[in-house]
């Protein structure tokens, strides 16, 4: 027995060290690049998005398979999904800079960086302003902070119109939904509560933990507006699901829309005001009329 | 002793070979093509070109993970159902996986991972598959005995309770956390730290030779544990030596690459169907068939359908299960 130890000791201690001199012989070091960027990897549809609206569209090698908007972005190279992307795609396409989101599997990013791979990794956003932050960040890295932050002002300007027109108009409540099973409302963590609250309205969810809702309880808070994203047939099949329920008062009013979810899901400044300018005429119709 | 259908010289060199054509296989597959016959030029040419990093720092760490993980997996199911003579047991039916998977639920939502972003997963992994196999094994092993049938009953509870608690974890979290757990869950040989591989592999290995050194007692308790006692097996001792280290392997490739199911259940048998019984075969040989069908596996998972990685677990469950299947039926019809 102890003879079995010790010889086992030995082998184990021998095998380890060989192990850690192959491992430490080799480790890539990261390179300093000159900005603007020439190769991107863009690892989110709204960054996909965000590139194509500062113009540097050419720069982009490569894209996820959720990146159909605009329609020449599908065009790209794939190099895998919001969550997981295949690192040797991306090595074998050289790219200087690869841009993800909170939604990138950390390893992966890790994995890249190790490489000596620009990575840059933006949170999700949670509000309007944060939304504009990334966009100057992404413009500060292609080297078109001018013109990023032209478009957010054009955005700004046209939010305060679109507000104006609102004013003083009753505050509508509302529900958005965006699963179905299980039920999932937007709280306040999604950029989505700002998008009702410019338009004129009030996120009956905004106050919860989790969007983990009961029907139940969309009944007692009783929105006047129900928005339903697509998530392709159930969002009408929701829509259906929502009429058994005749107390509600969107129900009463047949106020129930579907919103397409790519335009819920990933924004840009631009995009997210041309959500707004859509929902102040679901919630305020009487705004546009005359 | 029943008789093998191959000699046990043969059955190492088949798994051997096994082995080294899986890892050639996914050495040289993947979204850029690398042939078989750039792979050596490549890396004598040395660093400083993309195919080389393709290939030192992501399909040979892959490959390492692999061999280490499928081999613990695989060795930690021989040891468990030669202890307890039970063809159904695997690390993930007595719960320590369960375990797992709730320590790192537990220290994704707690934003542990954000202070110390590389060790905390493993570690909380590793301190959960502990956790549920610390109590499983003080319930049952009461006045120096152990009582197989009762560890597997708290095992499966135990296994349930936990992986109702993720579930509980994962209705309650943030958007954010939700995906970490998830990747977490569904299993990856990705890992990025050169550090973290070879201590799984130097683990795992560690416990392949100590699990050796009892191949002898898991064939006396082979018979039962009666007929082991009155042939000079200290079974107890070898019963919870035998029960830390399939807990310690299970512990350790959980912790690293997440939930791979199938990989401790569909080898053994395989490995029993061609070897035979004898554990000083049976150990060594499903560590490196368990290592080659995983890696095998792991390569299937990236190249399918490309550039799209599917978790390697689906793969191991799909592929164990069907051969599994068929080589039992055919062991019927015959």
Redesign the interface.
Known sequence: MKKHVITTLFIVVFAYAGIFILTNSYAGEPTAKPTPYQRIISLSPAITEALYLLGVEDRIIGVTTYCQKPPDAAKKEKIGTILEINTEKVISLKPDLVIGTGLTNSKDTKKLKNLGINVVTFDISKDFDWLCHIFIELGKLVGKEEQARTMIAESKKRIVKTQKKVEGLSRKKVFVQLGSKPLFAVTRDYFINDLIEFAGGVNIFKDAQSGLVSREEVVRRNPDIVIITTMGITGEKEQKTWQQYRTINAVKNKNIYLVDSDRMCSPTPVSFVELLEDIVKILHPEAFEG | MKKTILNWRYSILLSVGFLLAASLYSLSS???DITLKDVIPTLLRG?GT??F??L????IPRILLGFAVGGSLSLAGVILQGMFRNPLVEPYTLGISGGAALGVALCIILGLHRIF?DLAMPLFGFIGAFAVALPISLINIRKGTVKTEGLLLTGVMISYISSSIVTLIL??????DL??II?WIMG?L??????L??IV??IS??CL??SY?FSLDLNALALGEEEAVHLGVNVERAKKMLFLIASVLTGVSVSIAGIIGFVGLVVPHFVRMLAGYDHRVLLVMSFLTGAGFLIFCDTLA?TII????LPVGVITGILGGSLFVYALSRRFLK
């Open positions: 993947g979204s850029s660093s993309p195919e990093s393709i030192f720092d992501i399909r972003p209705a309650i979290s943030r958007t954010e995906q970490g990747f990856s990705e890992e990025p730290s050169w550090l591989i070879s592999l130097f290995l560690t030779v100590l050194i990236r490309s550039p799209v990685e």
